[in-house]
């Protein structure tokens, strides 16, 4: 482990260790999530999963950072999409159960209130599958976009306020990769998986265990792309 790697460390552990060892603190973040969780979705998604991606860089290139790759606007956009997601969240925590019980399936909707049972893994696996196969590929194609366009500005934080042209950011996808890897692989075999245990945990745990997520995501995939030889 080099030096870079123990100053990693050292940071994420100034940064996370004081909510564990003092209560107040800890009670102070639980009262400002539930009073502002979209304030707090931005702030947990732009360090967690900034951070998720600078490790994928870590382990594809030996480094945090590199010119070009613009980690501050990575993190101002990834604190919107963050809050994009705990919309997201909030509306198909509340629509899938009510669409479920339609079906016959039960009371999703108090099973997904109380504690773990066959009905609320059922229901959360509901809920999971719904956003993952409806808002799911929008968000990565978007994330896909604007993760383009920050290289193509180099990394600066003109890129925040320069338009994207949409239709040639689009034709220049690899669809290829998107549609028969990001789509057809990370969904099913990750993201509902994942999710499906967001959705089981307290609500005031989902939307940071989903910022989490994301620092796995880019460590798997950062290991995908070492194995197969991509950068």
Not at 1 to 13: E, I, N, T
Not at 50 to 56: H, L, N, P, R
């Amino acid at each position: 482990m080099k030096r870079k790697d123990l100053l990693f460390l050292a940071v994420a552990l100034v940064v996370l260790a004081p909510f564990f060892l003092f209560p107040g603190l800890y009670a102070a973040y639980e009262a400002l999530n539930a009073a502002h969780p979209y304030m707090l979705a931005f702030v947990k998604f732009a360090v967690l999963s900034t951070a998720g991606e600078t490790i994928g860089l870590r382990i594809t290139t030996g480094s945090y950072n590199r010119p070009g790759f613009g980690v501050l606007p990575r993190a101002v956009v990834w604190g919107f999409l963050g809050m994009w997601i705990a919309a997201a969240m909030k509306v198909c925590g509340a629509g899938v159960p009510l669409f479920a019980q339609g079906l016959g399936l039960g009371d999703i909707p108090a099973a997904m209130q109380g504690g773990f049972s066959g009905a609320k893994l059922l229901g959360a696996l509901l809920i999971s599958t719904a956003m993952n196969t409806t808002f799911g590929p929008v968000f990565m194609t978007l994330h896909k976009i604007s993760d383009a366009h920050i290289l193509a500005h180099g990394g600066s934080l003109r890129a925040l306020v320069r338009p994207i042209p949409m239709g040639r950011a689009l034709a220049g996808l690899n669809w290829q990769v998107q549609w028969g890897f990001v789509f057809k692989r990370t969904i099913p075999l990750f993201w509902i998986p994942a999710h499906t245990v967001t959705f089981l945990l307290p609500p005031q745990w989902q939307v940071l265990f989903a910022a989490l997520l994301g620092v796995a995501l880019g460590v798997l995939l950062s290991v995908a792309a070492v194995r197969s030889g991509r950068r």
